[in-house]
Nanobody, 127 residues
Framework: QVQLVESGGGLVQAGGSLRLSCAAS????????MGWFHQAPGKEREFVAA????????YYADSVKGRFTISADNAKNTVYLQMNSLKPEDTAVYYC????????????????????WGQGTQVTVSS
């Protein structure tokens, strides 16, 4: 089992920044793929970004490219999501997730393929 705990959410004005953290414990592997998803009320959980812990390759949703940066500190078993130039439409609960195996885009970008999830942290961007 992998336990994931998110932190860093909050209320910020449009154009501002937040950094989310996800601390992993339990059966954490260096080959894991760590992902961030968000879910707004009444909407499905959507992919935001992912990083391969081994090698550091990153993946982003088009809506956040150039604004968000995902990174991993393997020594601390922690993944970060730096969010800049935030928009009201970024408002959602943000979840950290972990999986092993395939790095195909169709796999890492879909919530159904992640077996381990954190409890989520609320991000609210005011206009």
């Amino acid at each position: 089992q992998v336990q994931l705990v998110e932190s860093g959410g909050g209320l910020v004005q449009a154009g501002g920044s937040l950094r989310l953290s996800c601390a992993a414990s339990g059966r954490t592997f260096s080959s894991a793929i760590m992902g961030w998803f968000h879910q707004a009320p009444g909407k499905e959980r959507e992919f935001v970004a992912a990083v391969e812990r081994s090698g550091g390759r990153t993946y982003y949703a088009d809506s956040v490219k150039g604004r968000f940066t995902i990174s991993a500190d393997n020594a601390k078993n922690t993944v970060y999501l730096q969010m800049n130039s935030l928009k009201p439409e970024d408002t959602a609960v943000y979840y950290c997730a972990s999986r092993e195996g395939s790095t195909a885009w169709g796999i890492i970008s879909r919530a159904r393929w992640y077996p381990f999830w954190g409890q989520g942290t609320q991000v609210t961007v005011s206009s």
